[in-house]
């Protein structure tokens, strides 16, 4: 249960001033980045991004002026009508979905150790007070719903409220079974300064058979299932030692972690089965993932966070693409995106292999040395990737000579047809043999007859040159004895 939130002080301090010198903005709303630490009470703060407007200029986040009481006669006069109408303070109001999509796509930018945890607003404090609590805490359901928690069961997420009247902060923390708000401890803090970075190339090469009439999207993520049960298995090296549970680290700068995956088990009886096999997915390529970890935190964590960000960033890849193929669904282009024609396959018609690439990630520069990531498809660049942060994450610096590319290879998936693995057998005989092939299939087994029996023959020529040749070296012999 999360006691206390501590924040890094200069970002949101800095924060704070940049809002407030604004002095037109009225209301904001905004996601709260941070961590809920597994081994502490603390809730960690890092950073503070605003939702931007909408599609069509709206602010995600307005003031509704309050209903007049029912029963209080209107006094008349303009004095009196004003103050009256002033009574109530307005209320907030939100575009729960556009701030849900937000939070979708900065957690698809955050690496391991860092996720969103929850939002904050920018109100007066009769406003906040106005708002009834059920609509706080759904928001904050619908942006924690949007937003993935892979292997973690924390019940709780943050409500952050900065008042400018009178300016003061307040936090409060969400029970998400009850909705229920209670208030929690508010603390300062360096903590961007005091992250450590660790950092893990994972390599990964899997194959797993295709059954007829499996949709793209069950097929991709059985594949990664597989993967997530064999990265949870595996065991870490830190800069070259195994770790133990009872593992310190004594020196800074990044540290890198290796993998040492299990050797593969036998496959469930099910998976090997080949009842209703159209083929088989041959997934391979690698993985570049960071993981930082935050002050009091034990570095079991560490490895538990570079694990999630693993299969988060592989989960992240196919829901790009899915979002492009449906995106693309949409419009009236004449040819389809690479997206969506890969998400029309049909594995049981295929009758030769066929691959496609998975988005790469990159690396930008953030917060204090601190990166976050985005994906690029084949047809983007770097600045693609750019414009995507200065929208989502609001960033503003120009990093683009700064942002690496550890992943030199994308990741990729190749569909075979089940009868071109198996010895023996190949997908034109499973299709059978058409009227205009049978002449050709016929033309190259009689050229195979001819060629098994000339081999004979030579075989046959040969031992028989043998034979006579061991017999003029036995004869001489035998004629001196």
């Known amino acids: 249960m999360v006691k206390a939130v501590v924040a890094d002080e200069a970002r949101i301090k800095a924060f704070e001033d940049a809002v407030a010198s604004s002095g037109v903005l009225r209301s904001q709303?905004?996601?709260?980045?941070?961590?809920?630490?597994?081994?502490?009470?603390?809730?960690l703060v890092y950073s503070l991004l605003p939702t931007p407007p909408t599609d069509a200029g709206e602010p995600a986040c307005s003031l509704r002026a309050a209903a007049p009481s029912a029963g209080k006669a209107k006094p008349k006069g303009g004095k009196g009508g004003a103050g009256a109408s002033n009574d109530a303070p307005p209320t907030l109001q939100f575009d729960v979905d556009w701030v849900a999509e937000h939070a979708r796509q900065v957690s698809r930018m955050l690496l391991g150790g860092m996720s969103v945890m929850g939002i904050y607003i920018w109100s007066s404090e009769g406003s906040f007070k106005a708002t009834p609590s059920a609509v706080l805490s759904q928001v904050i359901r619908v942006v924690s719903q949007s937003v993935p928690w892979y292997g973690s069961d924390f019940d709780e997420r943050l409500l952050l409220h900065l008042s400018y009247s009178p300016r003061r902060w307040a936090c409060r923390i969400c029970e998400m079974a009850s909705g229920s708000l209670r208030?929690?401890?508010?603390?300062?803090?360096?903590?961007?300064?005091?992250?450590?970075?660790?950092?893990c190339t994972y390599n990964f090469e899997t194959r797993l058979t295709v059954v007829q009439a499996e949709p793209?999207?069950?097929v991709i993520s059985k594949t990664i299932s597989h993967l997530t049960k064999e990265v949870q298995n595996a065991k870490a090296l830190i800069?070259?030692?195994?770790?133990?549970?009872?593992?310190?680290?004594?020196?800074?700068?990044?540290?890198e972690v290796?993998?040492?995956?299990?050797?593969?088990?036998n496959l469930p009886a099910g998976?090997?089965?080949?009842e209703g096999v159209a083929g088989l997915l041959l997934f391979a390529g690698s993985v570049s993932a960071l993981a930082y970890l935050g002050p009091k935190e034990s570095i079991s964590e560490a490895i538990s966070d570079l694990k999630v960000d693993i299969i988060a960033s592989l989960r992240s890849r196919l829901d790009i693409i899915l979002d492009e193929a449906d995106d693309d669904s949409t419009t009236n282009d004449m040819e389809n995106s690479a997206s969506q024609k890969v998400t029309q396959?049909?594995?049981?018609e295929l009758r030769e292999p066929y691959s496609f690439s998975f988005p790469r990630r990159i690396l930008i520069p953030w917060l204090a040395g601190s990166y976050i990531c985005d994906y690029l498809q084949q047809s983007e660049t770097t600045k693609d990737a750019m414009e995507r942060c200065k929208e989502v994450i609001s960033l503003e610096t120009e990093v683009e000579n700064s942002i690496l590319e550890p992943e030199t290879a994308a990741?990729?998936?190749t569909l075979e047809s089940f009868w071109d693995v198996v010895p023996g057998a190949s997908s034109r005989a499973r299709a059978g043999p058409g009227p205009k092939d049978e002449r050709p299939e016929q033309a190259t087994g009689s050229g195979r007859t001819q060629g098994n029996s000339f081999s004979i023959l030579a075989a046959l020529f040969v031992l028989l040159v043998a034979l006579l040749v061991g017999f003029m070296f036995a004869f001489p012999a035998n004629s001196k004895t």
């Open 411 to 413: 990741s990729t998936a």
């Open 258 to 265: 290796d993998l040492l995956v299990p050797f593969k088990n």
């Open 271 to 274: 998976e090997c089965s080949l």
């Open 216 to 218: 793209f999207k069950k």
């Open 345 to 348: 396959v049909n594995f049981h």
């Open 183 to 199: 208030p929690c401890d508010f603390k300062y803090s360096k903590l961007l300064a005091s992250l450590q970075t660790f950092r």
């Open 239 to 255: 800069d070259g030692d195994l770790f133990l549970d009872d593992m310190t680290i004594t020196s800074e700068g990044p540290h």
């Open 29 to 43: 709303v905004g996601l709260v980045v941070g961590k809920l630490s597994a081994s502490s009470d603390r809730a």
